[in-house]
């Protein structure tokens, strides 16, 4: 059985995970497991680049194959932001609120046909010797005007799906876990898993 560390804390994700995972050969450890790991900061300038580093450094520590994510909403018309900076968009200790206040503000003039939204969710599953591998997913979308709904967390208050006809905040959960860029990415991920042990 393979030992995968998943580079969080976020006892949330590790359920998630490892509901995804159901039926491998895997056996997914968190941070948790590894209280003397490092914090790793995020300053890349990509998805891909948080997530790599989070996956290596957590691979080299512990020994064990690691898995890190990084995940955040990209504006067409904002030249990607917030990207990497979604958390923090208004500021370091900046709540969901003030994150998507900030967001309506600097989109207020922007016309409904140019305001084209994408959640975006890169995977990294990174080896000890430094081999990385990635998957991504994305749920393409657009700034609503105003908030809608109160379910999830981050922007999904804003981020409003034509297909649906719908924010994300007015799914539920099942729906939402069904659909999203984070499900895509962690399917994408099983897939290769598939492969690789069918492979075998």
């Known amino acids: 059985m393979k030992t995968v560390v998943f580079a969080s804390r976020n ?20 941070l948790d497991d590894f209280p ?3 914090d790793v900061e995020e300053d890349g300038d990509t998805f891909w680049a948080n997530a790599r580093k989070k996956a290596l450094a957590i691979a080299r520590h512990t020994g064990c194959a690691a898995l890190a994510d990084d995940s955040g ?5 904002l030249g990607g932001a917030p990207g990497v900076h979604s958390a923090r968009y208004a500021g370091e200790n900046a709540d969901d609120a003030k994150n998507i206040d900030k967001l ?13 939204a994408a ?30 709904g109160d379910g999830g967390f981050g922007y ?6 034509p297909a649906l006809g719908k924010t994300v905040a007015r799914l539920s959960l099942e729906e939402k876990n069904r659909l999203s860029h984070r499900a895509r990415a962690f399917g994408r991920f099983r897939e290769a898993l598939e492969r690789r042990f069918q492979n075998r």
């Open 11 to 30: 006892r949330g994700k590790i359920r998630e995970i490892r509901a995804l995972l159901e039926g491998l050969p895997i056996s997914l450890r968190s």
């Open 36 to 38: 003397d790991a490092p």
């Open 73 to 77: 909403l990209t504006v067409a018309a």
């Open 104 to 116: 309506l503000r600097v989109m207020k003039d922007i016309p409904k046909e140019r305001r084209n």
């Open 119 to 148: 959640f975006r969710c890169v995977l990294v599953l990174c080896e000890p010797d430094g081999s990385c591998e990635s998957f991504e997913g994305a749920w393409d979308g657009r700034i609503a005007e105003t908030p809608d």
């Open 156 to 161: 999904d208050p804003v981020f409003y799906v």
